[in-house]
Each structure stands twice: as structure tokens, then as C-alpha cells.
């Protein structure tokens, strides 16, 4: 099974996909942790690129087609495996992260992006997608609780690009039967419990 997280900076994938780990494993299960960007030698070494806030005069073009490149390694060189061999594989973002960032926030037309994802990923799409939904002004509470010098390219954007994103990550739900929006302001044990239950009843109605 391939179920990807999503959502806006600081909502709170990271703990959740820990979470996710640990009740597949507990079930003895094969699992897999991707992350996106990165998760091989070459998408990490791109990682370090797109994320460096060195690298501020890079184009929009840019930032889209070294996401995808990252993605299109990843998916070919470990996640198709890994699915092949039938290991449960949990993504920290994937392809909608680049819709709700690249299209939604960076205005890059939605048309495209999606030419972009079926060269990269082709069709290998998430089963189930969470996206953890938070307010852009709690984004900003939980960031300021760390050093700005933690804070990479994307994460120091304006406010109004990550309103964008949001409002980009809301859309792609309404569209998708794969999404499941996730209160993020809940409590880590709540929203643990309800992506429980909808991988649960996801499986039933198999």
C-alpha cells in the first residue's frame, strides 16, 4: 500500500508518519519511509540544492523541474521496488505537494504541472493521501518556535504564498477521492486515530 502525507509546513506530517511506522511494524508488516525531496544519493544531492537559501535566484521553472527530477529518481529507483515486493510505503509529500506549491503558489498553470507528474511519476499515484489542514497563522506559531537559521528556502516564503498553498491543498482534495483532510489542530493521539480508522475502512472497501 502506498500513502503519501501532505500539507503545509509545520502541520505536523513528520510525528505522524513516525506514528504510521510504528503501528504497521507493530503488525509486522514491511515498511518503507520515503521523503520527498530526497530518498536516494542523486534526489538528496538535488535536496540540498532546492532547499539551500543561498539559491534565491532560482526560477520558478527551475524549482519545478528539480522537484520532479528528484521524484522521477525516487520513484524508479526505490518506491516501484519497494511496492513490487508489496512493503507498505509511507511518503512525507509527493506529486500533490508540487501541485499545491509549484501550481497553486508559484502560479505555475495547472496543465503543466500535470504534464510535469505523468513524465516523473507516471502512474504511480498514493492510494490514500492525508493532508493535515492548518491554519497558515498556526504555521507561523509553531515556526517561530524554532531558530530562523533551521528555516530553508521554502520555508522562509511570505505568508500570502503559503495562503496560496493552502487554498491550492484544499482544492486538490475536493478533486481527489484518494484525500482525506485531517483537522491538524487536533491532538497528535485524535488525528492519529482517525488516519487509523480511514486506513481501516479504506481497506475494507477494497
Not at 534526489?43 to 526560477?59: A, C, D, V, Y
Not at 529518481?73 to 507498505?88: H, I, N
Not at 484518494?178 to 488516519?195: K, Q, Y
Amino acid at each position: 500500500m502506498f500513502i503519501s502525507f501532505e500539507g503545509i509546513d509545520f502541520c505536523g506530517k513528520s510525528t505522524q508518519i513516525k506514528l504510521l511506522q510504528k503501528h504497521f511494524e507493530d503488525k509486522k508488516f514491511e515498511v518503507r519511509i520515503i521523503r520527498e525531496p530526497g530518498g536516494t544519493e542523486i534526489s538528496e544531492q538535488i535536496r540540498t540544492i532546492l532547499l539551500s537559501k543561498k539559491n534565491n535566484l532560482m526560477t520558478l521553472e527551475t524549482e519545478i523541474l528539480l522537484f520532479s527530477s528528484s521524484r522521477a529518481q525516487l520513484v524508479r529507483e526505490k518506491l516501484r521496488p519497494y511496492l513490487d515486493k508489496g512493503y507498505y510505503v509511507i511518503s512525507d509529500r509527493f506529486h500533490d505537494s508540487t501541485t499545491a506549491y509549484q501550481g497553486y503558489g508559484r502560479g505555475i498553470p495547472l496543465e503543466t504541472v500535470k504534464h510535469i507528474h505523468e513524465i516523473s511519476i507516471g502512474n504511480t499515484i498514493p492510494e490514500l493521501t492525508f493532508f493535515i489542514d492548518i491554519p497558515v497563522a498556526e504555521a507561523e506559531r509553531r515556526m517561530g518556535l524554532i531558530s530562523s537559521n533551521e528555516l530553508d528556502r521554502i520555508e522562509v516564503s511570505k505568508k500570502t504564498f503559503f495562503e496560496d498553498v493552502r487554498k491550492g491543498y484544499l482544492e486538490i482534495a475536493r478533486n481527489e477521492e484518494r484525500f482525506r483532510v485531517l483537522n491538524g489542530l487536533n491532538s497528535i493521539e485524535e488525528i492519529h486515530e482517525e488516519i487509523l480508522k480511514e486506513i481501516d475502512n479504506y481497506e475494507k472497501g477494497k
